[in-house]
């Protein structure tokens, strides 16, 4: 599966972004997918993620009541809906497909990865 993150952008503390990742293929619905984030110097970092079904998700504890993740299996596109965002959000946001179906956050979980899409968050 092929993955295009797009939605990031600049935007001022307290605002919103909300993220998509569209995916190529009829088998999107048999992935778990994640969101994850590289900020300058730092390793990547799970953000969330959401089950094939879209009935199970999962946060970092630093986003957790800001960020809301989704999908839409007949798009094939999953979404991060960020909220009251912080400076300390500003990152590269990659989205990832985990073809086993765990939902989990752990980085190797993923095998599939999009190319990342920049947000930045001014004080």
């Known amino acids: 599966v092929q993955l295009q993150a797009s939605g990031g952008g600049l935007v001022q503390a307290g605002g919103s972004l909300r993220l998509s990742c569209a995916a190529s293929?009829?088998?999107?619905?048999?992935?778990?997918m994640g969101w994850f984030r590289q900020a300058p110097g730092k390793e990547r970092e799970f953000v969330a993620a959401?089950?094939?079904?879209?009935?199970?998700?999962n946060y970092k504890d630093s986003v957790k009541g800001r960020f809301t993740i989704s999908r839409d299996n007949a798009k094939s596109t999953v979404y991060l809906q960020m909220n009251s965002l912080k400076p300390e959000d500003t990152a590269l946001y990659y989205c990832?497909?985990?073809?086993?179906?765990?939902?989990?956050?752990?980085?190797?979980?993923?095998?599939?990865w999009g190319q990342g899409t920049q947000v930045t968050v001014s004080s």
């Open positions: 293929g009829r088998t999107f619905s048999t992935y778990a």
């Open positions: 959401i089950s094939r079904s879209g009935d199970n998700t």
């Open positions: 990832a497909a985990d073809r086993l179906g765990r939902a989990t956050m752990t980085l190797e979980h993923y095998y599939y």
